[in-house]
DNA sequence: ATGTGACTCTAAGTCCGTT
DNA sequence: GAACGGACTTAGAGTCACA
């Protein structure tokens, strides 16, 4: 077996991608959600709209907490939000 | 239908028990990785021992980026880790 | 209705130790 | 090996004004 371990600069890359994936599939179950507004999901969730925005753009590496008030508004289980394609 | 809010009293009660949730799923996870110690998961994954023991014990709110960390150290998906009963 | 940069302040996360 | 505590640094939470 080759050397496992992954180059640090590397890594943050892959990083990066994981919450842009992340944010991709908010943003498409918030459309899919009556075509909410990031606005209107901060008011569910008492986030700010900003802060949805930046999670959204994979800028932010938000908490389980903050990841579960979303999901909950968006009436999915916090699972879903990491499921590929399926649907 | 009633009233959806939950007071925040509540609120709080259940995110302990989902934080518990997730400690109790990477403490079973971990132990099914060959008995893993929490000290060899941590280095695995670059965390300090003590916080995975905290986030074990249901006492931390750890971010999504730490999460993925444990998951590949423990080679699951990240999604596994809020999976419910199905093995 | 969203993107962005900048900001404060709280909690995430580390490192030391003892039980 | 794990729980728990104290003290500490840093990154994320949370908010705003403006494009």
Redesign the pocket.
């Known amino acids: 077996m080759k050397d496992k371990r992954i180059p640090l600069s590397k890594q943050k890359e892959i990083e990066q991608q994981f919450l842009q994936a992340l944010g991709k599939k908010i943003?498409k179950l918030?459309f899919e959600n009556d075509n909410?507004?990031?606005?209107?999901?901060g008011l569910e969730c008492?986030?700010?709209?900003?802060?949805?925005?930046?999670?959204?753009?994979g800028?932010?590496?938000?908490?389980v907490?903050?990841l579960k008030?979303i999901a909950d508004a968006l009436g999915v289980s916090v699972e879903q939000l990491f499921s590929e394609g399926s649907k």
Do not use: C, F, H, V
Request: aromatic share 4%.
């Open positions: 943003r918030r909410m507004s990031q606005e209107a999901l008492n986030l700010d709209r900003t802060y949805i925005g930046g999670i959204e753009r800028e932010r590496n938000p908490t907490l903050n008030k």
